[in-house]
Nanobody
């Protein structure tokens, strides 16, 4: 199973980015996928998740700004990030849970991880 993130980069505060996570070696369906991020000196934080029942979860700090979505045919997970803030600077990781996640923003729910993509928000 391989998860490959892309779409990170440097952007000015208030700008937008769209992250992608391509899944290979796994037949998607009935699973939960999510985005997490890690800033220097901080633990990995759950940002957004799309569960197997179609429900979405977001950490409070990104509600109304970030949107998680999935293209099943393309086996790709997306994170549209708008109105980016300095505090969104982090390495963003996608994760896959083989089944419904009771706590979709918890790291322990996930079985597979990508290598991460860096997002830097500048003034």
């Amino acid at each position: 199973v391989r998860l490959a993130e892309s779409g990170g980069g440097a952007v000015q505060a208030g700008g937008s980015l769209r992250l992608s996570c391509a899944v290979s070696g796994y037949t998607t369906g009935g699973d939960c996928m999510g985005w997490f991020r890690k800033s220097p000196g901080q633990g990995r934080e759950g940002v957004a998740a799309l569960n197997s029942d179609g429900s979405t979860s977001y950490v409070d700090s990104v509600k109304g700004r970030f949107t998680i979505s999935k293209d099943i045919a393309a086996r790709t997970l997306y994170l549209q990030m708008n109105s980016l803030k300095l505090e969104d600077t982090a390495t963003y990781y996608c994760g896959l849970s083989r089944g419904y996640a009771r706590w979709p923003l918890r790291i322990t729910e996930y079985d597979y991880w990508g290598q991460g993509t860096q997002v830097t928000v500048q003034e």
